[in-house]
């Protein structure tokens, strides 16, 4: 095992929670990426040009930086810039939170954000989130989890410093394109997502859909409106599948509401009888593009019992 350091340093200069970033949203337990809360470190599987894929572990660092555990073989240099630049992507450190964290310290219910929470852990891949996303589509959590694993371990690549099919890199869209469709209906069990799955995988494949060219779209290039079509147009993306893969692009206007945020939300603030969709956007509207991210915050805040920092 090797261990480098990386500066938790964000473009605006402003503080990097790094465990509020490990359990920002639940894909972080979705495989190969595997979150273990007693010892706080987040292991996930990334990918090296023209090498085989390399098992590493994060963790808190000394002096404002993350402790990144490559595991297996010494690596060489292309491994190690291979790992860095991954974990720098999968913790968005390259996001700028500062304009969002002004807002929040003038609201009593977030203002603990702007110590450092909000970055949106994110795949390596926007093909990754994308798949995955799909995966949570009107089902319980059990399943995506069983869908995701059967993915991860029958068309993954084995990770050098992996102990199991559970570490292996997250499927090519080559690979899942590749598979029959009685994989996705026997094997990943994926039911009417098996097609959606296929689909998205060939077309990626193929390179007639460019799903990475989203993660370095500005806001000029793509604005928040067409990007949210461009997602509502592939096989299986729906409304609330459109907020969660924005969110994962670092795009927060809109506020993710499913059976879980609603019901979340309403308990947080009281009351007995469900708030409407409209309401609860109206609470969240003096965050403009961050509407989205206020929301996720204000719902999630419980999941670290100590608060940031």
Request: aromatic fraction near 8%.
């Amino acid at each position: 095992m090797t261990t480098l350091d990386l500066p938790l340093r964000a473009p605006g200069g402003e503080p990097v929670d790094l465990w509020r970033t490990l359990v920002s949203h639940g894909f972080a337990e979705l495989s190969p990426t595997d979150l273990d809360e007693a010892r706080r470190t987040l292991a996930f599987t990334v990918r090296v040009p023209g090498g085989r894929p390399r098992r590493v572990r994060i963790s808190e660092g000394a002096r404002r930086s993350a402790r990144l555990e490559v595991l297996g073989p010494p690596p060489g240099p292309k491994v190690v810039r291979a790992v860095l630049d991954g974990a720098a992507h999968v913790l968005r450190l390259d996001q700028d939170l500062s304009p969002f964290y002004v807002l929040a310290e003038g609201d009593p219910d977030l203002a603990w954000a702007a110590a450092g929470a909000g970055r949106m852990l994110r795949s390596p891949t926007v093909f990754e989130d994308v798949v995955k996303t799909v995966c949570t589509t009107n089902c319980a959590w059990s399943a995506t989890v069983r869908m995701v694993d059967a993915l991860v371990t029958h068309l993954g690549d084995p990770a050098l410093g992996g102990d199991g099919p559970l570490t292996n890199a997250f499927p090519s869209p080559e690979a899942m394109a590749g598979a029959p469709e009685s994989f996705y209906r026997e094997v990943v069990r994926a039911g009417y997502r098996g097609a959606y799955l296929i689909g998205l995988a060939r077309a990626v494949a193929a390179g007639e859909l460019d799903l990475e060219g989203f993660a370095t779209a500005t806001p000029t290039d793509l604005s928040d409106l067409e990007l949210e079509a461009a997602l509502l147009a592939l096989p299986g993306v729906g409304p609330y599948a459109a907020a969660h893969i924005m969110m994962t692009l670092g795009r927060h206007s809109r506020l993710i509401l499913d059976s879980w945020t609603r019901p979340k939300y309403t308990r947080l603030v009281g009351r007995t009888k469900a708030v409407s969709d409209r309401a609860i956007e109206k609470r969240f509207r003096r965050y403009g593009d961050f509407a989205g991210l206020a929301f996720w915050l204000f719902v999630t805040r419980d999941w670290v019992d100590d608060g940031p920092g």
